[in-house]
């Protein structure tokens, strides 16, 4: 199973400030397509994940352009530029180059 | 509008089968595929199995023996079957077409 380790944040990170987290995959995720088979998602507390980038930086439908991934085949970041307060919550990666899908164990974002 | 939504019983005792059911709408279950993913309390997101659209399903190899998903095309409706439940297996549960659209999640908690 691809194994996705997330980075912590340093929280709590001041409104206004930019926030980077880190996902790191035990396999490349880069397919031979060119395409980077990794989602990042926020989970606000009480809903479910909503998705906010895949293939490692296309922004989903609706999402903030505050928002921006990027990376490599194995090491990758979610940046948020000038965080606000709706940005609360958990943010997970997940591969899905191959199944089972898994999942980073989350990182928190709490806001100053 | 793509809307999934879980449904099955918050209560389920020690070494019993847990069914839930996912109602989809706006979308085609011989098009899509559909997966379930669980959530213990105040931790991260386990993908659990998927059913193609062909029908066809694929399982976590950590739960396998006890997992069963299956479908009703004609009531858009997606079933988990766990047989053999102990409380590490209380959690949210949701089930997702991975990526954009999530379900609101049921919440299982396997006591006596």
């Known amino acids: 199973d691809i194994v996705m380790t997330q980075g912590a944040l340093p929280n709590p990170v001041p409104s206004g400030e930019s926030a980077s987290i880190t996902c790191q995959s035990s396999k490349s995720l880069l397919h031979s397509n060119g395409k980077t088979y990794l989602n990042w998602y926020l989970q606000r507390p009480g809903q479910s994940p909503q998705l906010l980038i895949y293939?490692?930086?296309t922004r989903a439908s609706g999402v903030s352009d505050r928002f921006s991934g990027s990376g490599s085949g194995t090491d990758f970041t979610l940046k948020i530029s000038s965080v606000e307060a709706e940005d609360v919550g958990v943010y997970y990666c997940q591969q899905f180059l191959e199944y089972p899908l898994t999942f980073g164990s989350g990182t928190k974002l709490e806001i100053k | 509008q793509v809307q999934l939504k879980e449904s099955g019983p918050g209560l389920v005792q020690p070494s019993q089968t847990l069914s839930l059911t996912c109602t989809v709408s706006g979308l085609s279950l011989t098009s899509n595929s559909v997966s379930w993913i669980r959530q213990p309390p105040g931790k991260g997101l386990e993908w659990m199995g998927v059913?193609?659209?062909?029908?066809?399903?694929d399982y976590n190899s950590a739960i396998k023996s006890r997992l069963s998903i299956s479908r009703d095309t004609s009531k858009s409706q997606v079933f988990l079957k766990m047989n053999s439940l102990q409380t590490e297996d209380t959690a949210m549960y949701f089930c997702?077409?991975?990526?954009?659209?999530w379900g609101q999640g049921v919440m299982v908690t396997v006591s006596s």
């Open positions: 997702a077409r991975m990526g954009a659209n």
């Open positions: 059913i193609w659209s062909n029908g066809g399903t």
């Open positions: 293939w490692m930086s």
